[in-house]
């Protein structure tokens, strides 16, 4: 029981630790992280204001001009707390030898950039809920349900731990790449185009949709936005592939950690 | 306590041709070498003392540091530490050792020293009134203690070597790793720093390795010597016996007010080196005669000033790095 609490607290301080590191540079943090999903916001509320406005009445594919855009607010909602979180901390240290101090401290590596992981979770799902209720406040949102906002929240922090583990791989393939911050940049595309966060998935074909329901793609932004807007319940085969996928990926974690450990302590980098 | 048998660590890299063709070609062939960065290495430290680990640049006292503390696994041999082989890295052994990098911080950079402290405690396991008591001494002891809630960014070389050394120190660690502790700071910080170890030390009876260039250091701290060169032990043992490794004879050396003239061959006998004309002399007096010898030039000779060296050691690593075959001759 003892160890078990002391153990806890290790956890606690590095989430307060990770806490203050990211409040440390607030514009910093504006920038990174709440920056590119406000303007990516406002492109797409441009972008299909222009569109719907060419013809009045317009429907893609059963949206209309304002579930287009009901779509996109739930959109940056879910991109805020599914798929924050970036690595790129977690490269440096290894890139700068930092990992050392770890391999000293009674704490190891991936149990600190996983606190770090929790601490900037807690972070974005303060900031989502201002961003929720100024939205709401706004109008977009019409009919919040709180049972469906709890079933988001629980949805979205799933996502947000297979996105961390996805993430994680990036990052650890510093042991063997300069510079890893364009396998982050082909995946935030990638994720961009796949995951219905530019367009809904309706517009895809559907033979493609069924593929990509295999893949963690949409459960990037399409279903938890349908889960958040109440049109889908959180009780299907999703958590499923998000759980095989989180799985999957922890444990192509633990072979590069190992086989990168064997590369650092043989080296000595 | 520290002990190592037939230690070994090989690095392999690989040559590469200059330009870009070579860039290319060692995409698909590469010639390995591989190079001992550390051979044939047998250490037993006893319990309690201030050990330097010695050499120039490249000599394998890094790698050795890296593989006491568990960082990286030795190629072939074993070390015992504490009765841990380091690169288990068994958590029972981390809480036993520490590790200070004067050329790497290991404080987080975003955040004040005191919060780097809260989290050490924490992952150290230890209790809210010995930390405490731990930090107000420390900081106290260093002249930090303005200092412990300002961003680590922000602090001089100086103040950050300080803090470093009181995380090291927070766990009340058995050994001490000390890799280059005073390494670019100002000299009254490089006694500061020097005072505070030996202090410690003296209180608490815990074994420090330290690797330093400034041979001040080492005559400071050490009580014994194991001087490396090319990845080899060369030396091991007191620090006196390390200072007598050259004769025993001392070197003074005089200024004159005049020249002295080539027809006295009264120094003659002490190998002298001439400078400045004939005005000054530096003379390898042995042991028993520095009195007798030295008065005698004084009384007899205008002597402006005179001086023995001060740090004989730095003398004797100059001489034994310059050439090392000394050692082997003697044996």
Same mark, same amino acid.
């Not at chain 1, 406000?38 to 209309?64: A, E, P, T």
């Given at each position: 029981?003892?160890?078990?609490?002391?153990?806890?607290?290790?956890?606690?301080?590095?989430?307060?630790?990770?806490?203050?590191?990211?409040?440390?540079?607030?514009?910093?943090?504006?920038?990174?992280?709440?920056?590119?999903?406000?303007?990516?916001?406002?492109?797409?509320?441009?972008?299909?204001?222009?569109?719907?406005?060419?013809?009045?009445?317009?429907?893609?594919?059963?949206?209309?001009?304002?579930?287009?855009?009901?779509?996109?607010?739930?959109?940056?909602?879910?991109?805020?707390?599914?798929?924050?979180?970036?690595?790129?901390?977690?490269?440096?240290?290894?890139?700068?030898?930092?990992?050392?101090?770890?391999?000293?401290?009674?704490?190891?590596?991936?149990?600190?950039?996983?606190?770090?992981?929790?601490?900037?979770?807690?972070?974005?799902?303060?900031?989502?809920?201002?961003?929720?209720?100024?939205?709401?406040?706004?109008?977009?949102?019409?009919?919040?349900?709180?049972?469906?906002?709890?079933?988001?929240?629980?949805?979205?922090?799933?996502?947000?731990?297979?996105?961390?583990?996805?993430?994680?791989?990036?990052?650890?393939?510093?042991?063997?790449?300069?510079?890893?911050?364009?396998?982050?940049?082909?995946?935030?595309?990638?994720?961009?185009?796949?995951?219905?966060?530019?367009?809904?998935?309706?517009?895809?074909?559907?033979?493609?949709?069924?593929?990509?329901?295999?893949?963690?793609?949409?459960?990037?932004?399409?279903?938890?936005?349908?889960?958040?807007?109440?049109?889908?319940?959180?009780?299907?085969?999703?958590?499923?592939?998000?759980?095989?996928?989180?799985?999957?990926?922890?444990?192509?974690?633990?072979?590069?950690?190992?086989?990168?450990?064997?590369?650092?302590?043989?080296?000595?980098? | 306590?520290?002990?190592?048998?037939?230690?070994?660590?090989?690095?392999?890299?690989?040559?590469?041709?200059?330009?870009?063709?070579?860039?290319?070609?060692?995409?698909?062939?590469?010639?390995?070498?591989?190079?001992?960065?550390?051979?044939?290495?047998?250490?037993?430290?006893?319990?309690?003392?201030?050990?330097?680990?010695?050499?120039?640049?490249?000599?394998?006292?890094?790698?050795?540091?890296?593989?006491?503390?568990?960082?990286?696994?030795?190629?072939?041999?074993?070390?015992?530490?504490?009765?841990?082989?380091?690169?288990?890295?068994?958590?029972?052994?981390?809480? %036993? !050792?520490? +590790?200070?990098?004067?050329? /790497?911080?290991?404080?987080?950079? $975003? *955040?004040?020293?005191?919060?780097?402290? @809260?989290?050490?405690?924490?992952?150290?396991?230890?209790?809210?009134?010995?930390?405490?008591?731990?930090?107000?001494?420390?900081?106290?002891?260093?002249?930090?203690?303005?200092?412990?809630?300002?961003?680590?960014?922000?602090?001089?070389?100086?103040?950050?070597?300080?803090?470093?050394?009181?995380?090291?120190?927070?766990?009340?660690?058995?050994?001490?790793?000390?890799?280059?502790?005073?390494?670019?700071?100002?000299?009254?910080?490089?006694?500061?720093?020097?005072?505070?170890?030996?202090?410690?030390?003296?209180?608490?009876?815990?074994?420090?390795?330290?690797?330093?260039?400034?041979?001040?250091?080492?005559?400071?701290?050490?009580? %014994? !010597?194991? +001087?490396?060169?090319?990845? /080899?032990?060369?030396?091991?043992? $007191? *620090?006196?016996?390390?200072?007598?490794? @050259?004769?025993?004879?001392?070197?003074?050396?005089?200024?004159?007010?005049?020249?002295?003239?080539?027809?006295?061959?009264?120094?003659?006998?002490?190998?002298?080196?001439?400078?400045?004309?004939?005005?000054?002399?530096?003379?390898?007096?042995?042991?028993?005669?520095?009195?007798?010898?030295?008065?005698?030039?004084?009384?007899?000779?205008?002597?402006?000033?005179?001086?023995?060296?001060?740090?004989?050691?730095?003398?004797?690593?100059?001489?034994?790095?310059?050439?090392?075959?000394?050692?082997?001759?003697?044996?």
């Amino acid at each position: 029981m003892l160890t078990s609490n002391a153990n806890i607290s290790k956890w606690v301080q590095t989430i307060k630790i990770s806490w203050s590191q990211l409040t440390a540079y607030r514009v910093n943090f504006f920038l990174q992280v709440i920056g590119p999903s406000l303007v990516f916001f406002f492109i797409k509320y441009n972008l299909w204001s222009s569109i719907y406005s060419s013809q009045s009445g317009l429907i893609i594919q059963g949206y209309n001009f304002s579930q287009m855009i009901h779509y996109h607010a739930w959109s940056l909602v879910v991109s805020l707390i599914a798929g924050g979180y970036a690595s790129h901390n977690l490269a440096e240290d290894i890139r700068m030898g930092r990992i050392s101090s770890y391999l000293i401290y009674p704490f190891n590596f991936w149990e600190f950039h996983t606190a770090s992981f929790i601490s900037f979770q807690l972070l974005q799902t303060f900031i989502s809920m201002i961003t929720i209720a100024f939205i709401f406040s706004i109008g977009i949102f019409h009919n919040l349900s709180f049972m469906a906002l709890i079933y988001g929240y629980l949805f979205c922090f799933l996502v947000s731990l297979m996105w961390f583990t996805l993430q994680y791989m990036t990052g650890i393939l510093a042991f063997w790449l300069e510079e890893t911050w364009i396998l982050r940049v082909i995946l935030q595309i990638m994720a961009a185009f796949l995951s219905g966060a530019i367009l809904p998935l309706e517009l895809y074909p559907s033979w493609l949709v069924k593929v990509l329901d295999f893949t963690p793609f949409p459960y990037l932004s399409y279903y938890p936005i349908k889960v958040f807007s109440g049109e889908i319940s959180p009780f299907s085969g999703a958590p499923l592939i998000i759980i095989f996928w989180i799985v999957t990926f922890a444990l192509i974690n633990r072979f590069i950690w190992s086989r990168g450990m064997k590369l650092y302590t043989a080296a000595g980098m | 306590m520290i002990q190592t048998n037939k230690l070994k660590k090989s690095f392999k890299s690989y040559k590469k041709k200059p330009g870009f063709l070579g860039s290319i070609q060692s995409l698909y062939k590469r010639d390995y070498i591989t190079k001992d960065a550390v051979a044939d290495f047998d250490l037993d430290i006893p319990e309690g003392q201030i050990v330097g680990l010695l050499g120039p640049n490249g000599a394998g006292k890094t790698t050795l540091m890296k593989m006491f503390t568990g960082i990286i696994v030795p190629t072939s041999g074993e070390i015992n530490i504490l009765g841990h082989r380091p690169s288990d890295r068994e958590k029972s052994f981390r809480k %036993k !050792i520490a +590790l200070v990098m004067g050329q /790497k911080s290991q404080l987080w950079w $975003d *955040i004040p020293a005191m919060d780097s402290f @809260l989290l050490l405690q924490k992952y150290y396991e230890i209790s809210k009134d010995d930390f405490d008591e731990k930090i107000e001494h420390m900081s106290e002891l260093l002249g930090v203690k303005e200092l412990l809630h300002i961003h680590v960014r922000k602090l001089s070389l100086g103040e950050r070597m300080k803090m470093e050394l009181m995380a090291s120190l927070i766990h009340s660690p058995e050994i001490i790793f000390l890799d280059e502790p005073t390494i670019g700071l100002d000299l009254v910080a490089q006694e500061n720093i020097r005072n505070f170890i030996k202090d410690y030390h003296r209180k608490n009876n815990c074994t420090i390795i330290l690797t330093s260039h400034y041979m001040a250091d080492v005559q400071e701290l050490c009580s %014994k !010597i194991v +001087l490396i060169l090319n990845g /080899k032990k060369a030396y091991d043992g $007191d *620090i006196q016996d390390f200072e007598k490794l @050259l004769g025993h004879e001392k070197r003074v050396s005089f200024s004159f007010k005049n020249p002295i003239s080539n027809d006295d061959k009264y120094f003659e006998q002490y190998t002298p080196e001439w400078a400045e004309g004939r005005m000054q002399v530096e003379l390898l007096i042995p042991e028993e005669q520095l009195r007798s010898v030295s008065s005698k030039v004084i009384t007899n000779y205008e002597v402006e000033d005179f001086n023995t060296e001060v740090l004989p050691i730095e003398k004797v690593m100059k001489t034994l790095i310059l050439n090392p075959e000394i050692l082997s001759a003697d044996k």
